[in-house]
């Protein structure tokens, strides 16, 4: 049986608008107006246009951000966008450019914003895991370096395909941006979620993509990152085993590592991450979106 959304993780109202929130009859035109979108921080918004034949291709902007289209059919265009969670509320715009043979046009959808609830977690963990050593400072900031890079380039290809699936059996803790205080200390959100799982279960990939990381981090213990493309990533973190090399190509569902407690873990669980366009969105609000 499929893993759901933890009970007490915020689901965005762009959840229930899924897969066709814009059903233009003709291409996009600058004085077409839309509603304004609601989507909650840490949740991604699926936006589908319905186009004429002939149109080309289809590029967006939002937040500085690009945002790649996809075509889906002769006649539809497709992206996510994903709304980091410390992302500040408020309205606004997409911008959409498209082009049909010589001609092209413009147009801007508003988003709206609102505010998700994220819970408190305390933790009391050894001292030396919180208060960092210069030595130990200065590898976690280089590894934090080497995440910084990989996420600022992805594969302009779509090479996830249909629905995303949950990566391991087991029980989703529910802590997507939770508020760390850690030895009375406060520290970073969390962000990505834990599913509690038996040490050595498989860990399964989300979707298909490239391995663009492998590796053994002071946080994060034994970690892999694979890139979907269109500035789609997931992770994988705390693992046990890794079965995959930098470099490969894996297809969903395939096995590529099991669950573990490396890195600064209490127990066995995966911490199963997102970032979509540079966004930390929560991995169930992937899951919900309909794509196949």
Known sequence: ?????????????ATLLSLLLFLLPTPLRA?????PVQVKQGEIV??????????????G???????????KNAEEFAAMIGIDLAQPTGSQPLSVTWKKKESS?????????????????????PKAMVDLDPPTLARVEKEQEQ????????????????DFIVPTEGKPMGKFGFRRIMNGQPRNPHTGEDIGAPLGAPVLASNAGKIIMVGDFYFNGRSIVIDHGLGLFSMYFH??????????????????GAVGQSGRATGPHLHWGVRLNGARVNPFSLIEKKLG
């Open 1 to 13: 049986m499929p893993l759901q959304r933890p009970l007490n993780s915020p689901i965005g109202t």
């Open 31 to 35: 004085q077409d107006t839309a509603a």
């Open 46 to 59: 699926l936006i589908t246009l319905s186009l004429e034949p002939d149109v080309e291709s289809v590029v």
């Open 61 to 71: 902007t939002f937040l500085n951000q690009p945002i790649p289209f996809f075509k």
């Open 105 to 125: 046009g413009h147009r801007a959808y508003p988003i709206q914003i609102v505010s998700a609830s994220f819970g408190t977690e305390t933790l009391k963990l």
């Open 147 to 162: 995440f910084k890079v990989i996420f600022n380039k992805s594969d302009d290809r779509r090479l996830w395909q249909e």
């Open 239 to 256: 693992l046990s085993e890794v079965n995959v090399t930098e470099g490969e190509t894996v297809k969903k569902g395939q096995t590529i």
